[in-house]
């Protein structure tokens, strides 16, 4: 789970893929996709916090230099990806509720 293909892939993968909605969504007029880009924002934060999690997990049963040397980059780095999501999610909660003001009035 710490490979640095998976570690950091899928979060990339993600941000892909969000990014590609969001001009998607800026071309088009389909509804809803400002909920996908919600979706992908907080799986990206799940699959991260989970990764950060195991990476814990591990640095607890042994050292956190040890785990470092052995995946070979530092565990904090783990963080980035979760909090590039969550500010992805707070920018997603902030529109919807905007568009939802706007439609009340």
């Given at each position: 789970?710490?490979?640095?293909?998976?570690?950091?892939?899928?979060?990339?993968?993600l941000?892909?893929?969000?990014?590609?909605?969001?001009?998607?969504?800026?071309?088009?007029?389909?509804?809803?996709?400002?909920?996908?880009?919600?979706?992908?924002?907080?799986?990206?934060?799940?699959?991260?916090f989970?990764?950060?999690?195991?990476?814990?997990?591990?640095?607890?049963?042994?050292?956190?230099?040890?785990?470092?040397?052995?995946?070979?980059?530092?565990?904090?780095?783990?963080?980035?990806?979760?909090?590039?999501?969550?500010?992805?999610?707070?920018?997603?909660?902030?529109?919807?509720?905007?568009?939802?003001?706007?439609?009340?009035?």
């Amino acid at each position: 789970m710490l490979n640095v293909y998976f570690a950091f892939g899928v979060p990339l993968f993600l941000l892909l893929l969000y990014f590609a909605v969001t001009i998607f969504r800026k071309k088009t007029s389909v509804p809803y996709l400002g909920f996908v880009n919600f979706i992908i924002a907080g799986f990206l934060t799940a699959f991260s916090f989970q990764v950060l999690q195991f990476a814990l997990h591990q640095a607890g049963n042994s050292s956190r230099l040890q785990v470092e040397e052995e995946i070979g980059y530092p565990l904090m780095v783990l963080g980035l990806p979760l909090i590039i999501g969550a500010i992805l999610v707070i920018i997603n909660i902030y529109g919807a509720y905007l568009r939802v003001r706007k439609t009340k009035k």
